[in-house]
């Protein structure tokens, strides 16, 4: 069927069928995926495998714009806008403790954040997106990206490869654990936080242990560090603002009996305000280097700063946030809070007004609960379905064709 008006609004419902049907090739890919994770750079054979899929689909342009990143173009033939829809591919070095049996078969790799999931459901879009391209108008563009899981992140390689040129609006999604399967999260203005990450050597002067005043302790001085970093959220930032300051390595000393020269503490810091997040590595330093001089030691302090906070243009969450509770019902929608987890989504986001959507995967009564980046993490397979299911809606109404 090829026609020029627009399509009646039941051919939606019936791609929605389709789309419903397609769930168990979905769940095969997905499984297919989990088995063969590659962690982030390193997505050679998963890039393989999509490309290979996409070459079955027929009628698409594939585009590799980076070593393991994969783009396909499907153009209506109408003119209209570019849409883009983003999977990330990458997979975590974390050793899998599930005893399934689509369990990963590589030693210390697992996708145990879901984008596997992602992957598939991307894939079962393209399929169906492709044999209904006479419900489309535009562009609709897939970035199959890599390496979302280690900054500097995938996503901007692809920006400067030109992935997102001529993109008018971008959307993604993400599988959440701790959200009950079924349910669709969407998050107007911020959403996820800006992840930056620091070091700080404190250096005092070592010795034995049974002369302490002829040393300078790093461990001890090292101990205030932490305890006083604790005011940075809770006495210098407005309550009010998000704002997350851990420690989470403390390394020092290898013997009982000797003080070591110095101690590393390193940790991240997130932030949802571009002020915030230029005056927190600022407090920090200053409270560094006061206890250190205090104490007579000096110290080293760094700040890598990680991805951009994810912020969902407004506008474009209020027409997805439309479409899902007419096309899903009220009660689909999740009333979800930001979280001060990152993502590189927002490289995308600096380019076209985006929204990142969160699909529900966690069933405590299956015991599916357990946080992302565990050795446990699962998914209920049935959130394929509805990220499809999403995807699809968004897509068919985002380019007018219905
Ligand atoms: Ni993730």
């Given at each position: 069927m090829t026609t020029a008006v627009p399509a009646p609004a039941h051919d939606a419902a019936a791609v929605l069928l389709e789309a419903h049907q397609l769930a168990p090739q979905v769940i095969a890919w997905r499984r297919a995926l989990h088995q063969r994770p590659e962690v982030a750079f390193h997505e050679h054979e998963t890039a393989r495998f999509i490309q290979q899929v996409l070459e079955q689909i027929g009628n698409l342009e594939i585009s590799r714009p980076t070593a393991t990143s994969v783009m396909a173009r499907l153009r209506s033939g109408r003119p209209g806008p570019v849409l883009a829809v983003r999977a990330d591919i990458d997979a975590l070095p974390i050793h899998e403790e599930n005893d399934i049996e689509y369990r990963s078969q590589t030693d210390g790799a697992m996708h145990a954040c879901g984008h596997d999931g992602h992957t598939a459901i991307a894939l079962g879009l393209v399929t169906l997106l492709a044999r209904h391209?006479?419900?489309?108008r535009g562009e609709v563009r897939f970035l199959f990206q890599h390496a979302e899981e280690l900054s500097p992140g995938g996503a901007e390689e692809m920006v400067r490869q030109g992935v997102?040129?001529?993109?008018d609006q971008v959307i993604g999604l993400h599988v959440w654990s701790a959200m009950p399967v079924g349910r669709i999260g969407l998050i107007a203005g911020p959403a996820m936080a800006a992840p930056d990450t620091f070091e700080c050597t404190i250096i005092g002067k070592g010795g034995h242990a049974a002369i302490p005043h002829g040393t300078v302790d790093p461990i001890a001085i090292g101990a205030q560090v932490v305890s006083a970093l604790q005011h940075v959220v809770a006495r210098t930032v407005d309550p009010l603002d998000p704002v997350v300051v851990s420690v989470t390595q403390f390394i020092a000393g290898t013997a009982f009996n000797v003080i070591p020269n110095t101690a590393y503490l390193a940790g991240t810091i997130r932030t949802f305000d571009p002020a915030l997040r230029a005056t927190v590595p600022a407090t920090m330093e200053r409270i560094i280097a006061g206890i250190t001089s205090a104490f007579g030691a000096t110290y080293t302090f760094h700040v890598e700063p990680g991805y951009r906070p994810v912020v969902n243009d407004p506008a474009l969450t209020a027409k997805l946030t439309e479409i899902v509770t007419r096309t899903f019902g009220a009660d689909t929608l999740i009333d979800m809070r930001p979280t001060m987890g990152g993502e590189d989504f927002s490289a995308f986001q600096q380019r076209a007004p985006g929204v990142f959507a969160f699909i529900g995967a966690g069933n405590v009564e299956a015991g599916i609960d357990f946080p992302h980046h565990h050795p446990r993490f699962q998914i209920d397979e049935r959130s394929l379905d509805t990220g499809l299911q999403y995807l699809t809606a968004a897509t068919l109404h985002l380019l007018g064709a219905v």
């Open positions: 391209r006479e419900l489309l997102m040129d001529g993109v």
